[in-house]
């Protein structure tokens, strides 16, 4: 039996900068505000809370004598499919239940400019009710969470939940039992573009690095393993893919940093990028992909956004208008884990589970700063972390590490290497969050 049902309409331009507002506070709860600030949509959120609310109030208040309040004791919650509820506190729930309310159905659609919310309240599970909810939302309108085809939001990334992520390490292993990357890039024009993804893949806590770069482009440190290439004119091409292919098996590849674009190099990444197996994509090698117009195997790309909107065919506007749904899209277009850099980086799996970051600083918009990501999420596959962990493992982590070098160098004066050096120490913070018993990680 349905006891209430309550519809909220509300423009999300309402809602523009609203938590920089005096009051804010007061209409909503912390976990809303630091979710809306999470999602890079925070004036929809804060709408689709509101309305929400607002929705509930209306279906409850002819069930209650008094439901003076009970707006202001609401809270929208997502459960971790990203379908909303509402959480209230136990006096509210005690009410309520005295009324004959068993279930609290919340449905919450979306067009361009409105939010619409719509709650039921049913004495039962009742399929009345969900039928009721889904013709609530008029034409045009889309879930924004929940319902046949949810579009989630991005889980946000923070110590507690990154820190359960670290790999169980055996006392009885041995370097082979931790992965093996090989390092692909570099051309006279970059030198050192590779040479500090193989630092940052070594830090990483992977048992072996190679680095397969031109002749003459030498690793920084002497743990690196060396694969001197035939490089004619100053950059790898078809002549590297036989040596490369030998040295392929059993490695995690990461491609494409300081490489170059000519024709023979975009040749070769096609080639490599068709191969088997877990890589890393990212800098010229993404260059290549959109050149080539192909789509790579089992891949973890980590375009900033100019590469991304070579990927996609659009602008950076484009991009940084909607970057969620930016790195939604090429999730799915390239059927690959995405990496978007940038401030709050998001990193999305084809199947639409998407994180975004919470450590980074501007100090890190450096040259290199890319290369050593690329070489922290290689190092991590060949841990075994699973694409997405890895590639969100690795976003969360270099972050830390960046804000570790920020404070001891200033964002002005912090280089990418610096970045590399203070993996230790970010380690260290994450070991102290989580004392790592749990089996291996899996997705």
Known sequence: ???????????????????????????????????AAATGREDEALAAAFAAK????????????????????AELVHDANGAPQIRL?????????????????????HDREQVLAAVILSNAADERAAAIMADVAPQGFVPLYGGADPVHLPVRLDEQLVAGWLPRRSP???????GHVLVVGGSAAYPGAPRMAAEAALRSGAGLVTLAAPAGIDALSPEVISCPLYAPNGCLGAASAAALQARWAGKIPVIGMGLGRAAETVE???DLAALPGDKVLDADGLFALAEAKIKPRQAVLTPHSGEMARLLGCTVADVEADRLSAVRRAAVDYQAVVVLKGPATLVAAPDG?????????????????????????????AQGMQPLRAA???????????????????????TALDIV???????????AAHEVTGDEISD
């Open 1 to 35: 039996m349905l006891l209430g049902l309550g519809v909220d309409l509300i423009e999300k331009s309402r809602f523009k900068n609203m938590a920089a507002r005096a009051g804010t506070a007061r209409r909503f709860t912390a976990g809303e505000l630091a979710y």
């Open 54 to 73: 607002e929705a509930f109030f209306k279906a409850a208040s002819g069930l209650l004598d008094d439901s003076q309040g009970l707006f202001w004791q």
């Open 89 to 109: 506190g136990e006096a509210w729930q005690e009410k309520l239940s005295a009324a004959g309310v068993r279930q609290i159905l919340v449905s919450i659609t």
């Open 172 to 178: 009885h292993a041995h370097k082979g039992d931790f």
């Open 268 to 270: 070769l990444v096609a």
């Open 353 to 381: 589970r998407c994180y975004q970051n919470s450590t980074g600083n501007a100090g890190m918009a450096t040259g290199g700063s890319g290369d050593v990501l690329a070489g922290l999420i290689g190092g991590l596959l």
């Open 392 to 414: 969100a493992f690795g976003v969360y982590l270099h972050g830390l590490a960046g804000d570790l070098a920020a404070a001891a160098q200033t964002q002005y004066a912090m």
């Open 421 to 431: 050096r203070h993996l230790p120490a970010a380690y260290k913070r994450l070991l």
